[in-house]
């Protein structure tokens, strides 16, 4: 984990124990001590490095396995700015095979790097501020969002430009792949989209790279937006088909993420309450909803042909406190319920509950341990905590 503190952290999943705290530094002589947070920053497993920058500074190269520094990564007009702009946004390529660092600046200039050698591979320099980058799990394609919500997709070694998607004044705030490559997603104000442009199956990964030379750059508006309730949560099923939606008003809907299409509502909290956090079992097909006045409600729904249906009530639970966090078990038998100061477990089978008190507000966020279907793991600012 890499942390404010300038500190690199590795922990033991199943102990909880930390095995290496190593503070980074931006000097070759690890003389240089860091008092200011990271305003960016990046992890490449593959290769082993860590790129950090700090507001009006180059970008960092920081070697983490052995705990040395590489060097910086320097934009070319930096050198005659007295306050360089710095990175808004860094992201490495993932794919092992390549060693590339491309980095976003709020000049509207987009640079890819050799992270090791700090030279410059390739750019592009666009008309509005670039906010945030995101690189296809396959190495081949970057796509940037700016500031006026407009998305753009480049080859990622070469910034050759091949596909263009015009916003609607929304800045894009994040930008993700999906694991298949042939889809991506944004986040602009209240709207997320999803999108599967064709140029992203030339990109696949059955295709070689190099073959996008006769890809003529296409230009899209952005779909006009349907205006409907103010969506404040959503949470995607197991299979990718559907994405589920919490509105303002208290309406639990789907929407098919092939097509954008909207089902009927599942069911509905009080309608002054929005909900606010969302939590699903793929195994069991069960949905777990909680509102701002802290009511969960919990529904087993049924699939079929037309798409998803709310069968049965399971639980319908109030909290004394805000809902922070919702999470099934594994096997879908009991849900847990997050407030600031109480975590309860309920159990379906039985109808009991367990519960955690804190003496202070709590701030940690609960996952299910990874090789342990019966145990959970609390991941606090200091530390990580096993429970069964």
Known sequence: MACNDNHLYLHAVESGHCLKQDPWYTDIDNSRSISRVPDAIA??????LLAFTYRGDHIIIWDWKNSEFIGTCERPSAKQERL???ASSIVFNPWKSISLLAAAYEAGEIIVFDPREGDIVSTYKAETDTQTLACSPDGKTLISGDSLGTVRIFESSTLKLLHVIYGQDKHIVALSFCGNNLRFVDIRGSECNIWEPAVLARQSAKEDASDTSSVDVQELPLPAVVQTDDITAVLGDSRGGHVFCGTADGFLNVVESHNNRRSLDLYHHSRSSAILRLAFNGAKHILMSADSSS????????RNIAGWK?????LDHRMEEAVEQLLFSPDGNQLLIVTTTTDTVCFFETGATESIYWDTQNPGVWANHPQHRDQLILVTKLRMRIYR
């Not at 992890?43 to 082993?48: A, D, E, Q, V």
């Open 310 to 314: 709310a069968e049965t009530l399971l």
């Open 295 to 302: 009511r969960t409600l919990v529904f087993q729904l049924a």
């Open 84 to 86: 360089p702009f710095h």
């Open 43 to 48: 992890f490449s497993l593959y290769h082993g």
